[in-house]
């Protein structure tokens, strides 16, 4: 079975600045997709990128892009200048190629002050 | 409009009642997925459903019943639930096969319920 790690259970940043949330994983396939998504109180997950494992580029959205390193199994999102609106619970999840399901990390709750 | 519709949004009931959750896409999407989100522990993948057929379930207790009528509705039938059910049940629904690549889900908002 595939698990997602997210060490950090809550993050801070100031608006306007940079920060790096942190996503591992466990997987023994070499083709997969990784996402993130984000939860704020309307409960909604809404998808924030997507990389998918065959490519070496990382992925990139506006202000969201991700570090990817496929050896190290390791899949963070930067976002750089921070809004108040980013403020949310943030999930990476895995999808194999081959399958149906996404697993999900734990999250992280990102908190952004003025 | 967020493409998933889910109702109720909240959702209070007792260990003998009998109740139904329901969701709704208007994606036109093939799959469908229910997942639990409890505090503390990561989304929960429940029941999926490819084409009106169930494709897997993930040792889901019976006192959770799933039905997919159609490829763009989903319920969840609940009866006699214990307190640990109390959770946010979310809907989701993708794309599959057909030449189109799966990248990820489009959820809704979900049902908030409690078993009291």
């Known amino acids: 079975a595939q698990t997602v790690t997210q060490s950090q259970p809550e993050m801070s940043v100031q608006e306007a600045e940079t920060v790096t949330l942190s996503c591992t994983y466990d997987t023994s396939e070499s083709d997969y997709y990784l996402f993130w998504y984000k939860q704020p109180p309307s409960r909604q997950m809404i998808l924030v990128i997507r990389?998918?494992?065959?490519?070496?580029q990382n992925a990139t959205e506006n202000r969201f892009s991700v570090n990817f390193q496929k050896a190290a199994k390791s899949f963070s999102l930067k976002i750089s200048d921070s809004q108040l609106g980013d403020a949310a619970m943030y999930f990476c999840?895995?999808?194999?190629?081959?399958?149906?399901?996404?697993?999900f990390g734990k999250g992280t709750s990102l908190l952004v002050t003025p | 409009e967020t493409g998933v519709t889910q109702t109720p949004r909240h959702l209070v009931m007792g260990m003998t009642n009998k109740k139904s959750l329901k969701c709704e896409q208007h994606?036109?999407?093939?799959?469908m997925y229910w997942y639990k989100q409890s505090a503390k522990k990561p989304l929960e993948l429940m029941f999926v459903y490819n084409f009106k057929e169930q494709t897997e379930n993930n040792s889901v207790p019976s006192r959770f019943s799933p039905e997919c009528p159609n490829s763009s509705h989903l319920f969840l039938h609940l009866h006699t639930l214990q307190p640990e059910d109390s959770a946010l049940y979310l809907c989701?629904?993708?794309?599959?096969?057909?030449?189109?690549?799966?990248?990820?889900?489009?959820f809704g908002s979900g049902t908030r319920l409690t078993v009291v």
């Open positions: 989701a629904s993708s794309q599959v096969g057909g030449g189109e690549l799966n990248y990820g889900y489009t």
């Open positions: 999840a895995y999808r194999r190629n081959s399958g149906y399901a996404l697993n």
């Open positions: 990389q998918e494992a065959y490519k070496q």
């Open positions: 994606l036109g999407h093939n799959a």
